[in-house]
């Protein structure tokens, strides 16, 4: 092949043949080069998961971000994981790709954002501040490390909240309902109906209902195995191990001795000196004022043609790391010298406030106990910390033998602890068997480690939390979940299944009824037609205003709910949602709301509509925002992080 490609290369066609060959193969790579910038252009990364304007979201920050909620909702229930969130993935990257869409918009409108600004926010957050109520580096720091973020990441946090501020609060400042929008809504809540209601219990059918044969029992039985399932059981060995197993562990008296000796920072006396002070600008100034002090002039005098009061050059009794403190290293080191007795001038000695001159007023000792007074004090510590101490051994001891092969009795053999063992109980800490057994509260963490380990896992030991103690945990036996037999349940089976038919002839009833309704039968009529056989309540009528419905938010009766929905001259059957029964409404009159009546109503609802319309206006406003930025979304990208952090499919 080569040899031919020489021998084409030496006439004059075969030349102009290989340029055209070789211009074709760099075209190629040209083109594919294009290509493929184009395509990294109009993509996403992998690590993308949305971009809005020149603004990305990575997996990485909202990662950050679901953990931190994950946070918050473990300060709830200590137990929840990631799977927990899922519910809230979606809504939390919507928020966060809207907050990335403002910041785009922002940013294109060269609103921005100063340190100075940033730096405010942040000096305003409480758990910035330290004792003296002003920001404190060591508080904010500690304050970060509580959230799990950086300096720069709380800084990007503020910064989206105040570009949402910035952005939106104009855009959805004090909405104004009109009148015209708020009186309809008046006149709908003003608005009364009248309806015809009657209710078809269930009791009066179930004391109608025979008892079941065997072959019904049965066939019910085997229908609904699921509602007699017995949960998982597990049968539990617990050994509890608590601050009673080294109650007899105590200090001796040279424990006692030694921890005295070695703690005389804490109980031995303090030398302190009473000391003056005049701080001055000048060297010069320090120096006359010590030469006066010197001479034997009284300080006082001395410092009064220099403007300083008694009260001012008097700073009192001092340790040395108390006037350092207060002074400088150097100053206290100088005052605190073995030269410096009482009555002498010290000084001047310079430090960042200006040039000290101090004077020694008097030497002092104070405090100091004897190791008699403070026995009982620091056996008490002792004690504690020994007996701590122990009982970790203890359990060192204890999870030593089980590593070492040792089953739960084996590894409290010697320890004196006595078990307990529980019988078949559920995870909830019923026992199926023994209906007035009751798990003990307390050891809630040794039921959870219980039905956490599989038959033949090691015992584990758990703590039991607030310095209770600790539990030794395993697992004598498992019975698996499974339907309970007949013979133990047939009185549940056997009430279960006339609730059942109970049921179903008070829904035939009301269903017979309710055709005859439909047939232009008075509601009386109809009841007293379907409910022949037992006794039925007598329907009632109801006359009810729609604003009353509102008041009860949430515990709206079927009935009313029905009342509301339905024209007039209508009716129809509704469940009761506790099973109890059906309930038949029929529609007779619907009054008109007049909101002449309550002219108040229509500002109120005014007033109430503002927020929603303020959040309407806001997410109009976002909306309109993204479409402007340009939002891509990763879904690919999406999905995968939703697989990965979440645990669920796309």
């Known amino acids: 092949m080569i040899a031919s490609f020489r021998r084409l ?138 959230i799990r973020m950086t300096d720069g990441e709380l800084r990007e946090q503020i910064s989206r909240m105040l570009i949402n501020r910035i952005m939106l609060a104009p855009a959805a400042a004090e909405p104004r309902v009109p009148v015209g929008l708020a009186r309809p809504y008046a006149a709908m809540q003003l608005e009364v109906r009248e309806a015809d209601v009657a209710l078809f219990p269930t009791e009066p059918f179930l004391a109608a209902v025979g008892d079941p044969n065997d072959a019904q029992l049965q066939q019910f039985y085997q229908s609904n195995l699921a509602r007699y399932t017995v949960p998982e059981q597990r049968v539990i060995d617990i050994a509890r191990i608590g601050p009673e197993q080294v109650a007899n562990v105590a200090a001796t008296d040279k424990d ?63 340790t040395r790391e108390e006037f350092a403190k207060l002074t400088s290293e150097q100053v206290a080191a100088a005052a605190f010298a073995r030269s410096a007795g009482n009555g002498a001038v010290v000084g001047p000695v310079r430090s960042t406030l200006g040039w000290h001159v101090v004077k020694i007023d008097r ?26 101490n122990a009982l970790a051994d203890l359990i060192a001891g204890i999870e030593d033998g089980i590593a070492d092969g040792k089953n739960f009795r084996e590894a409290l053999a010697g320890t004196g602890i006595q078990p307990i063992r529980t019988p078949a109980v559920t995870a909830s800490g019923s026992a199926p068997r023994q209906a007035d057994y009751k798990f003990p509260a307390e050891l809630a963490p040794a039921l959870r480690a219980g039905f956490e380990l599989g038959q033949g896992d090691d015992p584990v030991v758990e703590s039991l939390g607030d310095k209770a103690g600790y539990v030794l945990v395993g697992v004598d036996q498992i019975v698996s979940a499974a339907p309970a037999p007949l013979a133990e349940v047939r009185e549940r089976v056997a ?154 499919g796309s």
């Open 495 to 648: 009430r279960d299944w006339k609730i059942k038919q109970a049921v179903s002839r008070a829904r035939t009833a009301a269903t017979q009824a309710a055709s005859a309704l439909s047939k232009g039968a008075a509601m009386a009529d109809a009841v007293r037609a379907a409910g022949s056989k037992v006794s039925l309540p007598a329907p009632r009528h109801e006359k009810v205003r729609r604003i009353q419905l509102s008041r009860m938010r949430n515990d709206v009766p079927p009935a009313l709910r029905m009342m509301f929905s339905l024209a007039e001259g209508r009716s129809r059957m509704v469940a009761d949602p506790g099973g109890r029964g059906f309930v038949l409404v029929k529609v007779t009159k619907i009054i008109p709301g007049d909101v002449t009546l309550q002219p108040n109503l229509v500002s109120q609802l005014q007033r109430e509509f503002q927020q929603p319309f303020a959040s309407e206006y806001a997410e109009q406003y976002t909306r309109a925002i993204e479409a402007d930025v340009g939002v891509k979304r990763n879904q690919e990208a999406i999905d995968g992080a939703k697989r990965r952090i979440i645990g669920g």
């Open 256 to 318: 006692i001795a030694d921890y005295y000796r070695a703690n005389q920072a804490t109980y031995g006396s303090k030398s302190q000196r009473v000391i003056s002070q005049v701080v001055l600008p000048s060297q010069q100034a320090a120096n006359a004022l010590a030469a006066k002090l010197r001479s034997g002039q009284a300080f006082a005098d001395a410092a009064k043609p220099l403007g300083y009061s008694p009260s001012d050059i008097s700073v009192g009794p001092q």
């Open 9 to 146: 290369s030496k006439s004059m066609v075969g030349s102009i043949i290989m340029v055209l060959f070789f211009v074709a193969i760099l075209a190629g790579f040209a083109l594919q080069d294009i290509q493929g910038v184009a395509g990294f252009g109009s993509g996403l990364s992998k690590n993308t998961l949305a971009k809005a304007g020149s603004e990305e979201l990575t997996e990485r920050e909202f990662s950050a971000d679901l953990q931190r909620r994950l946070t918050e909702v473990r300060q709830q229930n200590p137990a929840a994981d990631y799977s927990a969130l899922a519910g809230e993935f979606e809504p939390m990257l919507n928020s966060l790709l809207q907050q990335k869409a403002l910041a785009a918009f922002a940013s294109g409108q060269d609103i921005t954002l100063s340190k100075r600004l940033i730096d405010a926010e942040i000096a305003r957050l409480p758990q910035t501040k330290g004792l003296d109520g002003r920001f404190s580096e060591e508080a904010y720091a500690r304050f970060l490390s509580q």
């Open 363 to 388: 030497l002092q000792d104070v405090g100091g106990r004897s190791l008699e007074a403070v026995r009982g004090e620091i056996a008490e510590k002792l004690n504690a910390d020994k007996r701590e």
